[in-house]
């Protein structure tokens, strides 16, 4: 009997991409997760870019995605802060913050 994981987190740059570049049969991968119906989320730990451009890049690859579906190092961090201090407000650098709030 073979049973299904409860999810996937996949990685971006190196595992789905190289430098923005599609690695070979990633698409195909991604796509049968889906099929599959396993809950997927992609994982990456770059501060540089937001989730939504992510998810442009990954689609424009022909891995279809939603911002959403992407935990980033700032959006993780905002994530953990948030139920941590619930109340309380962060400072955050100009960078993390459009990692984190442009999604
Ligand atoms: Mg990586």
Redesign the pocket.
């Given at each position: 009997m073979s049973r299904s994981p409860a999810a996937i987190l996949l990685?971006?740059?190196?595992?789905l991409y190289l430098d923005d570049s599609p690695i070979p049969g990633a698409a195909e991968a991604v796509a049968e997760i889906r099929r599959l119906g396993i809950p997927l989320r992609f994982t990456?730990?770059t501060t540089r870019r937001p989730r939504s451009e992510l998810a442009a890049l990954l689609s424009g690859m022909g891995i279809p995605a939603q911002a959403d579906e992407i935990v980033s190092a700032p959006s993780a961090a905002a994530l953990a802060a948030g139920a941590r201090f619930p109340s309380r407000q962060a400072a955050a650098s100009p960078g993390l913050l459009a990692g984190i709030y442009r999604a």
């Amino acid at each position: 009997m073979s049973r299904s994981p409860a999810a996937i987190l996949l990685d971006l740059d190196g595992t789905l991409y190289l430098d923005d570049s599609p690695i070979p049969g990633a698409a195909e991968a991604v796509a049968e997760i889906r099929r599959l119906g396993i809950p997927l989320r992609f994982t990456t730990n770059t501060t540089r870019r937001p989730r939504s451009e992510l998810a442009a890049l990954l689609s424009g690859m022909g891995i279809p995605a939603q911002a959403d579906e992407i935990v980033s190092a700032p959006s993780a961090a905002a994530l953990a802060a948030g139920a941590r201090f619930p109340s309380r407000q962060a400072a955050a650098s100009p960078g993390l913050l459009a990692g984190i709030y442009r999604a």
